[in-house]
């Protein structure tokens, strides 16, 4: 089933046009150095893009990551400049949603694009895993939480 959704996504939809598209942004932002950062990220939605059934965008932290704090600080910083182009893309994509949610043939599109909106508002640091590894995370997550509870 998730590759039929692969398959509607790419050619009804021409869903590999906002792939690429992404993806040549993050290539462009990761290419200045500066915004490396937010490249990665986007690099890394646009490779969601091209298989969104069955992958999800989450984030390094969930996956016990250690990363460079100077790495993670500069990362927070180049977060704040990105914001209001992060938070235009999003209004454009929630607008893209509402839009296809009028037709009941573009729901699955608007899906797609709503379950990974938040990637637009902050693509650093987020990565493409597939769908049971993002399952098996969350898995482990309600379990601590469990554990933690007060008896």
């Known amino acids: 089933m998730k590759t039929l959704g692969n398959i509607l996504w790419h050619f009804p939809f021409f869903g590999f046009v906002s792939a690429i598209l992404v993806y040549l942004l993050g290539l462009i932002f990761t290419v200045t ?10 690099m890394e939605y646009g490779k ?28 927070s910083l180049v977060m704040l400049i990105y914001f209001p182009l992060g938070l235009m893309l999003a209004l454009i994509a929630v607008f893209q949603i509402v839009a296809q949610f009028v037709t009941i043939i573009n729901i699955p599109v608007a899906l797609v694009i709503a379950k990974s909106l938040g990637t637009y508002l ?13 399952e ?9 939480e469990v554990c933690n509870l007060p008896r």
């Open 48 to 75: 969601f893009l091209f298989a969104p059934f069955g992958h999800e965008m989450i984030s390094k932290s969930d996956l016990n990551v250690k990363q460079n704090l100077l790495w993670k600080a500069y990362s």
């Open 33 to 42: 150095v500066v915004a490396a950062p937010i490249g990665l990220g986007l």
């Open 122 to 134: 902050n693509p650093v640091n987020k990565i493409c895993v597939h769908s049971a590894v993002a």
């Open 136 to 144: 098996d995370i969350e898995r482990r997550k309600a379990k601590a």
